[in-house]
């Protein structure tokens, strides 16, 4: 709990790092990048507005990885035939229908925000993680 910056009150819940051993089992086939992994397991297991349950970085265990969910949307879509959802990993909810992702499509990891209404965008996955946190932080 803590005060924002117009003076609301703000409830978010952080948990407790992770052992790199804990991981769930639908996440360890994954090459995280070093800094994000270092964040779940040194800092905290990831944190969120309580009564949303969004704005701020899943724990490992509610992280998705797309093909888990059906979007509907995918027809509609022009994704490289490469493109697969079994290989993105949505870990933040922006909690207006966009998810903050890691997109393992590619040799190196990126950013992707995936949305459930429009095509997804690629993006700097640390800059978009800066600018929601304090979204969630200054304007919910």
Request: net charge negative.
């Given at each position: 709990?803590?005060?924002?910056?117009?003076?609301?009150?703000?409830?978010?819940?952080?948990?407790?790092?992770?052992?790199?051993?804990?991981?769930?089992?639908?996440?360890?086939?994954?090459?995280?990048?070093?800094?994000?992994?270092?964040?779940?397991?040194?800092?905290?297991?990831?944190?969120?507005?309580?009564?949303?349950?969004?704005?701020?970085?899943?724990?490992?265990?509610?992280?998705?990885?797309?093909?888990?969910?059906?979007?509907?949307?995918?027809?509609?879509?022009?994704?490289?035939?490469?493109?697969?959802?079994?290989?993105?990993?949505?870990?933040?909810?922006?909690?207006?229908?966009?998810?903050?992702?890691?997109?393992?499509?590619?040799?190196?990891?990126?950013?992707?925000?995936?949305?459930?209404d429009e095509a997804p965008d690629v993006v700097d996955f640390w800059d978009l993680l800066d600018e929601w946190s304090t979204?969630?932080?200054?304007?919910?």
């Amino acid at each position: 709990m803590f005060q924002n910056p117009r003076g609301e009150v703000l409830h978010y819940l952080g948990h407790a790092p992770v052992a790199s051993t804990h991981l769930p089992a639908t996440l360890q086939g994954f090459a995280w990048p070093d800094r994000f992994a270092l964040f779940y397991t040194q800092l905290h297991n990831g944190w969120y507005e309580v009564v949303s349950h969004a704005v701020g970085l899943l724990p490992l265990a509610e992280t998705m990885v797309l093909s888990e969910l059906e979007w509907g949307l995918l027809d509609e879509l022009d994704l490289p035939s490469s493109f697969s959802l079994a290989n993105v990993v949505s870990v933040f909810s922006s909690g207006a229908g966009g998810y903050l992702c890691w997109d393992f499509n590619q040799a190196v990891p990126a950013g992707l925000v995936w949305w459930d209404d429009e095509a997804p965008d690629v993006v700097d996955f640390w800059d978009l993680l800066d600018e929601w946190s304090t979204m969630g932080i200054q304007d919910y």
